[in-house]
């Protein structure tokens, strides 16, 4: 997984309730993506960064926010989690915008 | 496992066969693709990406074809292996700054032992 952790793996959490997905990379790569995956749906991007603070919305950032405070972490946070934020959630990198991506193991949210 | 194979179509192959997933892609402008593979339960992997400088590219046992007259692609895979059952995506992207990919739904790839 190229050097990308993302916790937790798994998490079922409350309607309305607030949660944080961590994205971790040892690669010190500039870009670091979130997605969605979605049956019937390709990956769909929520939030992206192009640096330390620098971050920007993808096409499905409703309800979704993230930080990124050190080159290695990506943070996405649900303020207020709903079922239809129920995904699986991949975090990615890349070391120029928009080319070859790499992807971590994923994290299974399920909201209740 | 993950449920993202759900009503994606199906390849089935029968092992030690050559496989080839085909991709249409929709931007006449896209200058950079990439194939993934994802195996259940896992993350996105990346196999091999082309340049649209480039009709063909080979790695280890996948090939890579372009054909940018009527925006194909395909992905190639020499004596195919049980190990190779997953879904296949194709991601598309026009270079420059700030872009970004764009993925495909996938195809799912059955092999038959």
């Known amino acids: 997984d190229a050097g990308i952790t993302q916790s937790p793996r798994h998490k079922v959490t409350e309607t309305g309730t607030p949660v944080t997905l961590r994205c971790h990379q040892t690669e010190n790569h500039r870009y670091m993506y979130w997605y969605r995956q979605d049956p019937g749906h390709g990956l769909r991007l929520i939030h992206y960064?192009?640096?330390?603070?620098?971050?920007d919305k993808g096409e499905v950032s409703d309800g979704y926010s993230v930080s990124r405070s050190k080159t290695e972490d990506f943070l996405l946070t649900l303020e207020s989690a709903t079922s239809s934020q129920t995904s699986v959630y991949f975090c990615?990198?890349?070391?120029?915008?928009?080319?070859?991506?790499?992807f971590g193991p994923g994290t299974r949210l399920t909201v209740t | 496992g993950e449920s993202v194979g759900l009503h994606l179509p199906t390849l089935s192959v029968q092992e030690g066969d050559n496989s080839i997933i085909n991709c249409a892609y929709s931007?006449?402008?896209?200058?950079?693709f990439i194939w993934y593979k994802q195996e259940s339960g896992k993350g996105p992997q990346f196999i091999i990406d082309i340049r649209s400088n480039m009709d063909k590219r080979q790695g280890q046992r996948v090939t890579v074809l372009l054909n940018k007259t009527v925006k194909h692609l395909s992905l190639q895979i020499a004596a195919t292996q049980p190990g190779d059952s997953a879904v296949y995506f194709c991601a598309e992207n026009i270079s420059g700054a700030n872009s970004k990919l764009t993925f495909g739904k996938g195809i799912t790839l059955s092999v038959r032992p």
């Open positions: 931007n006449s402008a896209s200058d950079y």
């Open positions: 960064s192009y640096g330390v603070k620098d971050t």
């Open positions: 990615a990198i890349s070391g120029e915008t928009g080319q070859r991506t790499y």
